[in-house]
C-alpha cells in the first residue's frame, strides 16, 4: 500500500474542520494546520488564523482536538481535549486507538527455558482474585501455547502481575479491558 502524504493528511483534515458563517469574508477564519511526524504518521493541530496569530477570543472554536493519521492506511483518528496529547498518543501506540487504555487485563502469551510455574501461580493468585486451580490452569495453557488472560485486581496489580511474570521467566503485557 502506497504511503500517504503529509499533504493527504492536511488536505483530509480541513475537510473535517467545522465551517464558520462568516468564513469567506474574514481571513481570520482561514485554519491552520500545525503538524508534527511520528513513525505512524502525523499529529495535525488546527485551528483558525486569528486564534492562532492574535489570540483573539471572537475566533476561539470548541472541539479542536488534534488529529492523528496514518500514513500507511489513511486513517484520520480524532484525539481529544481532556487529556494531553501525549496521552492519546500513548493509548494509540499501546492500543491502536487514543481513546483506548491498558487496564488490568494481562495475557499471557509464552515463556521462556527455566520459567518458573508455581511461583508464576502465586502471582497470578497474589495478583487477582482467581482459584489456584484457574492459577494452575492459565500456567498450564501458555505452556502448551495458548494465550492466557486473567483480570488483575487493580491497574497496579497488572503492572505488577506483567513485571513479575516477565521476571519468571514468562512474557506477558496489559491489554485494554474488554468487558470486565
Known amino acids: 500500500m502506497k504511503a500517504r502524504s503529509l499533504e493527504d493528511a492536511i488536505g483530509q483534515v480541513l475537510e473535517e474542520c467545522p465551517a464558520h458563517e ?38 476561539f472554536v470548541d472541539g479542536n482536538a488534534p488529529y492523528i493519521y496514518e500514513r500507511v492506511t489513511g486513517r484520520l483518528l480524532v484525539t481529544g481535549t481532556a487529556q494531553s496529547i501525549e496521552t492519546y498518543l500513548d493509548n494509540y501506540r499501546k492500543t491502536g486507538d487514543p481513546h ?37 490452569q492459565c500456567v498450564d495453557n501458555c505452556l502448551a501455547g495458548d494465550d492466557s488472560v486473567v483480570v488483575a485486581s487493580s491497574i497496579e496489580d497488572a503492572v505488577s502481575m506483567v513485571d513479575g511474570l516477565v521476571r519468571l521467566g514468562f512474557e506477558a503485557e496489559r491489554r485494554p479491558d474488554e468487558d470486565i
Open 22 to 59: 462568516h468564513e469567506a469574508d474574514d481571513p481570520g477564519w482561514e485554519w491552520i494546520v500545525r503538524t508534527e511526524e511520528h513513525e505512524f504518521g502525523y499529529v495535525l493541530f488546527y485551528a483558525p488564523r486569528g486564534m492562532m496569530e492574535s489570540e483573539d477570543v471572537n475566533y
Open 100 to 136: 483506548r487504555e491498558l487496564g488490568r487485563t494481562v495475557a499471557i502469551c509464552g515463556w521462556h527455558e527455566g520459567a518458573n510455574e508455581v511461583a508464576a501461580m502465586k502471582l497470578l493468585r497474589k495478583h487477582s482474585a482467581i482459584t489456584l486451580a484457574d492459577a494452575k
